[in-house]
């Protein structure tokens, strides 16, 4: 088996967007796509290790944000299978409301940030339940739900590796780690429940999305913990019913200096706001309070 991490450049930035390459016999499997705007870019890379893009024989997705799945219909185009979560299904099938949506939060900027965006057929799509097991070829995958970041997310386990999507959080080449906490579906308890899930499977290695390879899983998965709490916390104190555009300035400058507490210059902090977009933890963080003090009423 051959794993192979491509960075997609996504803004022109590089450790930002990760997909992973795995080729084993006549199996060439891609889990992440990335957004269709790094499309060229993806290419680029297949074309490096000799393949095209209609040698993709499958798509895994760890959820269906943008950032993870945009391009997947690309390659479903080109006869790839794509294996999703059940919840996500509906979503790629008929991507209208989730275009509608996105196009209200990114405004102008959606075409640069993400690309374009169209309906996988049916008959190219799976819906995986939890604990699933996947035959692709020789490779055995292994489905784990792991809400909290997104209620669709699946972190895909192959043998001692794990691709973690989101639930792993956000972290560099192994700097800084931070949680993404976009809306509409951050719940803290689902996301603890997830990563004590993880931490319960034995693991070598968890590859992230956003970005690369991390070895020491418990001290990875403790810090993500940790800042989860503060920054859901911070905004439960400074910020649940006030409006995001004056607790977003106020949100960054927290996030900005505990990166640079950890020795974090701005050429990083610059790559962990395009990662994971500061202003969107405001709004996401924010609903999971609004929610759950419905709940509590």
């Known amino acids: 088996m051959k794993l192979n ?5 996504f803004l022109q930035s590089s450790q930002v967007i990760a997909a992973f390459l795995i080729q084993e016999g006549t199996r060439n499997i891609l889990v992440e796509t990335g957004p269709a705007s790094t499309l060229k870019t993806l290419n680029e890379a297949l074309s490096q290790y000799g393949l095209q893009p209609e040698d993709i024989t499958d798509v895994l997705l760890t959820h269906i944000h943008f950032d993870h799945a945009g391009a997947a219909w690309y390659f479903a185009s080109k006869g790839a299978h794509v294996y999703v979560h059940p919840l996500g299904y509906p979503h790629l099938s008929h991507p209208e409301k989730l275009l509608a949506s996105a196009r209200r939060i990114y405004k102008a900027k959606m075409d640069e940030l993400w690309g374009d965006i169209h309906a996988i ?12 097991e996947l035959q692709l070829g020789t490779l055995k995958w292994i489905a784990h739900h792991t809400p909290g970041h997104a209620k669709h997310h699946i972190a895909w386990q192959l043998g001692d590796l794990l691709f973690t999507g989101d639930v792993a959080g956000v972290s560099l080449q192994g ?3 931070v949680p993404p906490c976009p809306p509409p579906d951050i719940d803290l308890e689902d996301w603890d429940r997830s990563i004590q899930r993880i931490r319960e499977l034995e693991l070598q290695k968890l590859l992230l999305t956003h970005f690369g390879e991390v070895t020491d899983i418990e001290a990875h998965l403790s810090k993500l913990s940790d800042e989860l709490q503060y920054w859901a916390d911070w905004i439960r104190e400074n910020g649940i019913e006030k409006n995001p555009e004056i607790v977003i300035p106020e949100f960054v400058m ?3 200096e505990r990166l640079k507490k950890q020795g974090l210059e701005k050429y990083w902090i610059e790559r ?9 933890s405001v709004t996401g963080l924010q609903r999971y309070w609004s929610k759950k003090k419905v709940k509590e009423d």
């Open 121 to 132: 057929p049916e008959d190219k799509l799976t819906a995986i339940e939890d604990r699933e």
């Open 175 to 177: 700097r800084a780690v």
């Open 272 to 280: 962990y706001h395009k990662a994971n977009p500061p202003e969107m």
């Open 254 to 256: 927290m996030t900005e």
């Open 5 to 9: 991490i491509i960075d997609l450049q």
